[in-house]
Antibody
Framework: QLQLQESGPGLVKPSETLSLTCTVSGGSISSSSYYWGWIRQPPGKGLEWIGS???????YYNPSLKSRVTISVDTSKNQFSLKLSSVTAADTAVYYC???????????????WGQGTLVTVSS | QSVLTQPPSVSGAPGQRVTISCTGS?????????VHWYQQLPGTAPKLLIY???NRPSGVPDRFSGSKSGTSASLAISGLQAEDEADYYCQSYDSSLSVVVFGGGTKLTVL
C-alpha cells in the first residue's frame, strides 16, 4: 500500500523559508506513471494547489506562488521536497503531499495523500 | 473567492439523497477538463471520491456518483449515512490561469 509522509518544522519565522519533505513508501517515486504534488489548506479554509513534480524533475507551479516556490525530487531517497521562501502569516496552513493518478499532471486527480503537517508562520 | 463555486453547506436526513454542485466556466469545466471530487472527514486528509467526472476508485461505495454537464458538475450521495458527514471538494484544471483549481468546499450535515 502506497504511503506518503510529510516532515519538517512546524514553526517558521516570517520572511524565512519553509522546507518540507515528503517520503514515499510502498512504491517508487521513479515510476514513469505519476506526478507528485503539494497542496495546502489554511486553518478552516479550502484547498490550494502549490505545485507538482515528475521523477525527472519536470515541474508545474501555481502561478500565484511561483516566485517563492521550489519543488525538487530525490529519487535515491524516494522523496520530494517543497521550499517556500519569504513566508508570512498567510502561509500558515496544513501542507499535504499527494500523488497524481497519472502523467497528465495538473489534469489528474490526487489519489494518495499524506496525513498533512501543520506549519505555523510566527515570530 | 474560488474559481469553482460550491454551496457552503448542504444537509439531509439519513437515507435521503443530496447533491453538491460545482460551477465553473469556459476555461475549466466548460473547456472539457475532468472534474474530481474529494471527501474530507474532520481532522483528516482529503480522500479521492470520484475521478474523471463519474468514476469511483476501488472501495468507494456506489452511493456516491458524479456527473458533468456544460460548465458544471455534481456529486450525488444517496442513502445518506451519519459517516458521510464531511467536507466535499471538487477539483479541475483552469487553462487561462494554468492552475489546478479546487472548489471552496461544501460541508455536508447529516441531520
Amino acid at each position: 500500500q502506497l504511503q506518503l509522509q510529510e516532515s519538517g518544522p512546524g514553526l517558521v519565522k516570517p520572511s524565512e523559508t519553509l522546507s518540507l519533505t515528503c517520503t514515499v513508501s510502498g512504491g517508487s517515486i521513479s515510476s514513469s506513471s505519476y506526478y507528485w504534488g503539494w497542496i495546502r489548506q489554511p486553518p478552516g479554509k479550502g484547498l490550494e494547489w502549490i505545485g507538482s513534480i515528475y521523477y525527472s524533475g519536470s515541474t508545474y507551479y501555481n502561478p500565484s506562488l511561483k516566485s517563492r516556490v521550489t519543488i525538487s525530487v530525490d529519487t535515491s531517497k524516494n522523496q520530494f521536497s517543497l521550499k517556500l521562501s519569504s513566508v508570512t502569516a498567510a502561509d500558515t496552513a496544513v501542507y499535504y503531499c499527494a500523488r497524481h493518478r497519472g502523467i497528465a499532471a495538473r489534469l489528474e486527480p490526487l489519489d494518495y495523500w499524506g496525513q498533512g503537517t501543520l506549519v505555523t508562520v510566527s515570530s | 473567492q474560488s474559481v469553482l463555486t460550491q454551496p457552503p453547506s448542504v444537509s439531509g436526513a439519513p437515507g435521503q439523497r443530496v447533491t453538491i454542485s460545482c460551477t465553473g466556466s469556459s476555461s475549466n469545466i466548460g473547456a472539457g477538463y475532468d472534474v474530481h471530487w474529494y471527501q474530507q472527514l474532520p481532522g483528516t486528509a482529503p480522500k479521492l471520491l470520484i475521478y474523471g467526472n463519474s468514476n469511483r476508485p476501488s472501495g468507494v461505495p456506489d452511493r456516491f456518483s458524479g456527473s458533468k454537464s456544460g460548465t458544471s458538475a455534481s456529486l450525488a450521495i444517496s442513502g445518506l449515512q451519519a459517516e458521510d458527514e464531511a467536507d466535499y471538494y471538487c477539483q479541475s484544471y483552469d487553462s487561462s490561469l494554468s492552475v489546478v483549481v479546487f472548489g471552496g468546499g461544501t460541508k455536508l450535515t447529516v441531520l
